[in-house]
């Protein structure tokens, strides 16, 4: 691995393995009274977020935690950001304070990239624009892993405002990686025609019928409400052709799983009997962002 | 007076049909006499073995910043990074602040380029005031003053019936229109070319049709109302098609490409580098390859280098905030000499064509030739030697290239403008 994490689509294969198989070993830690290691004692993690995040914070922060890191948690709003300071400047002066390590959110794809050019300190993107979201596709294909032996030739249909999405772009490329076959499905206006070049093993439909017919991972997505510039599709109408509600269910494999990166807004992309469906790994997800995220952590700077 | 003697290169002067070996005298700022043998006693003598002697080569689309954004370039900067380019004589566009779009500003270049640029420097005025698109701008009497053409670059007039009065009004004296053709709501934050590398990145796109749509309105408005138009730094297949087409109506429409659209695609783009974002953005391969082939069939008249200094803070933040814009002077003549002529795409004659017949042609300067008693502008480069751009040796004062660190075969060697030599190459 490279001196941080940008993206997926830049790692090997057997990077995400080992990664993969890593956040394995943490999984038992999740659930057992010690939870706490040293492997990063010493260590100093900053959390920059410069978009609203609860659940990928208190992932990361609890990940450094468990591993025995000291973290600071910086968010822009009352940051000197909000006071006109550049993006620049301000990790420069986070770089002087040696952290070892900064984890990022940015509204704007590429700004993590743009500062690993610019400062020696390694960057895990915590999800940059409508990029990439590298962990959370890792702890996407880390629950899917707890249910299925393997990732290849897995029918995994992707729904949702495609176009938007860092989650779905990561997870593309992850899922490409190891040879699934991904539906990605949503009206035109969120599924531009060139994601089908994404990455070898992407098929598009704009039919949610025909996208979880036979699937063994059904993934919703969020829509993502801020970064639509206009109305991409008539008010109201979103749920009633994209939403994934209990009948669909009966389209995919008899043990699909339903997964969502969260936060889900029931009855925008999923029924709430779906996200409350026995087969919903929602939770399952949100378990795994820690192991993965402790795995991703040791790497980078254990 | 100062004579100038440029012996023994091969001089190309497309308005002449001139290629061959010989002497070119320069006497009292103008062409004296072009032929073999050719002496002055006095003279200074200027050795072109080896080299092209060609007339000076004129740039249509520049930013020169200055009056108001002078921390970014100056006349006087902008004006010897185009002597650093070959260049003779440049075109400013308006969009300074204040904004050209009157007698007085205009007035107000003239002067400083007049006291302060080493190249001829031409003003192209607004079509509407302070480019808002709304109100035509006092185009008479900015005319009377100097400016060549009009044009709110940058600025699209989103009012076609705006556009249709400038037009007509522009008719009148017989001067360009020179349309950046780009439909707003279409391009509405856009940060490079809509396709596949826009999808892979993240980044919200700039599509084509943003472009095409408003290079059809205007062959329409043109054809309406009989206005010279011209489209500036085409980037797409269907906005070449169109002026392809618009020619064969016989309408006088006319065009250029920047060397950035034909020697790189948004897949040439480092990842979020702002150093490759600029409007219209690096289209894909085959729009690239449709600029190529406008460039080789004469559809394309002109190369421009749409030049637009931004200094480096501007340019260090996130993408999506880095203002639009490389700079170019400097490095336009290698580009072509790599990508259209030593590809073998088009010859040397051609090569010179859209330096200076093309653009003198649109604008109705009286330049462009090496014809006796025309203007002494000349412009001397080698086709093979090699040498490699440092854009921290550049004369702008601002540092927005891709190109830093390319490696060129030929390029400028002297510049002499009213036969005076403004720039050399050292060593």
């Known amino acids: 691995m490279p001196a941080g994490l940008l993206g997926i689509e830049e790692l090997e294969r057997q990077e995400i393995e080992a990664i993969l198989a890593r956040a394995k070993d943490f999984q038992p830690i999740q659930t057992q009274a010690q939870k706490k290691l040293d492997t990063l004692r ?49 990790l420069n002066t986070l770089a002087a304070m040696r952290p070892d390590c900064i984890v990022m959110r940015h509204a704007a794809s590429g700004a993590p990239h743009f500062l690993a050019r610019h400062l020696a300190i390694p960057i895990i993107n915590a999800g940059d624009g409508t990029h990439e979201h590298p962990t959370q596709a890792l702890l996407d294909a880390r629950t899917i892993l707890d249910h299925r032996p393997g990732l290849e030739g897995l029918r995994v249909a992707i729904i949702g405002d495609i176009a938007h999405s860092r989650v779905a772009r990561s997870n593309v490329h992850l899922l ?13 206006s969120l599924l531009p025609a060139e994601l089908g070049c994404l990455a070898p093993g992407v098929h ?23 970064r639509q510039h206009e109305a991409a599709f008539p008010a109201g109408e979103y749920f009633q052709f994209y939403g994934l509600r209990l009948e669909h269910l009966a389209l995919a494999k008899p043990d699909a799983i339903v997964m969502h990166p969260g936060p889900i807004n029931r009855g925008r992309e999923l029924s709430s009997d779906v996200a409350d469906f026995q087969r919903s790994v929602i939770l399952n997800q949100v378990e795994n962002g820690i192991a993965v995220r402790m795995a991703v952590l040791e790497r980078v700077i254990g | 007076m100062a004579a100038l003697l440029i012996q023994n290169g091969r001089v190309i002067d497309p308005a002449s049909g001139r290629d061959g070996v010989a002497d070119v005298l320069l006497e009292d700022g103008r062409v004296a006499a072009v032929g073999a043998g050719l002496s002055r006693l006095g003279a200074e003598v200027f050795d072109a073995s080896g080299l092209v002697v060609a007339p000076g080569f004129i740039d249509m689309h520049v930013h020169l910043r200055e009056p108001g954004i002078e921390h970014a370039e100056t006349i006087e900067s902008g004006s010897r990074a185009a002597a650093a380019g070959g260049y003779t004589s440049i075109c400013a566009m ?30 192209i005025g607004a079509i509407t005031k302070n480019s808002a698109g709304e109100e035509l701008a006092a185009i008479g009497s900015m005319i009377a003053a100097g400016v060549v053409a009009i044009s709110d670059d940058g600025k699209p007039v989103m009012n076609a019936r705006v556009m249709r009065r400038a037009m007509e009004f522009a008719r009148s004296f017989d001067l360009p229109v020179i ?30 049709s943003s472009e095409d749509v408003m290079v059809a309105r205007d062959i329409l408005l043109a054809q309406a109302t009989g206005a010279r138009f011209h489209v500036a730094h085409l980037s797409t297949r269907n906005a070449v098609a169109m002026v392809a087409y618009a020619r064969r109506q016989g309408l006088p429409v006319s ?72 700079i170019g002077l400097e490095t336009a003549l290698g580009l072509a000499l790599e990508r259209l002529v030593h590809s073998g795409r088009i ?48 004369f702008s004062k601002s540092r927005n290239t891709p190109f830093h660190g390319a490696k060129f075969r030929g390029g400028p060697v002297a510049t002499v403008v009213g036969g005076a030599v403004v720039w050399r190459r050292e060593g």
């Open chain 1, 42 to 90: 010493g260590k100093m993690l900053v959390n920059l977020f410069f978009e609203a995040s609860t659940r990928t914070r208190t992932s990361f922060e609890i990940a450094a935690k468990r591993l025995g890191a000291d973290t600071v948690s910086i968010t822009a709003a009352g940051s000197s950001v909000s006071k006109g300071e550049s993006l620049v400047d301000t």
């Open chain 2, 179 to 208: 349309y950046h053709c780009e439909d707003l709501h279409l391009s509405a934050g856009g940060d490079m070319h809509e396709g596949l590398e826009s999808t892979r990145l993240g980044l919200r796109g700039i599509p084509a």
């Open chain 2, 255 to 326: 065009c250029e490409a920047t060397p950035h659209h034909f020697a790189l695609t948004d897949r040439d783009m480092a990842p979020y580098d702002s150093n490759y974002k600029m409007k219209p953005p690096l289209r894909e391969g085959a729009d690239t390859t449709a600029v190529i082939e406008g460039i080789v069939s004469g559809v394309i008249d002109a190369i421009a280098t749409d030049h637009a200094p931004h200094p480096g803070s501007e340019k260090m933040q996130e993408f999506e905030r880095c203002p639009f814009g490389i």
């Open chain 2, 94 to 123: 308006p969009n300074t602040i204040p904004v050209n779009d009157s007698a007085t500003v205009t007035n107000y270049i003239v002067e400083r380029a007049r006291r302060s640029a080493v190249v001829n420097v031409f003003p």
């Open chain 2, 347 to 394: 010859g040397l004659g051609r090569l010179v064509e859209l330096f200076t017949t093309g653009p003198a042609r649109i604008l109705r300067l009286e330049r462009g030739t090496l014809g006796v008693g025309a203007p002494g502008d000349v412009t001397i480069f080698g086709t093979d030697f090699e040498w490699t751009y440092d854009v921290n040796q550049s």
């Open chain 1, 176 to 188: 490409s990686k190891f040879g699934a076959q991904i539906v990605l499905c949503g009206p035109a």
């Open chain 1, 204 to 226: 598009l439909t704009f039919d949610i019928r025909e996208a979880i017919a036979d699937a063994d991972v059904i993934m919703m997505l969020r829509v993502q409400l801020e």
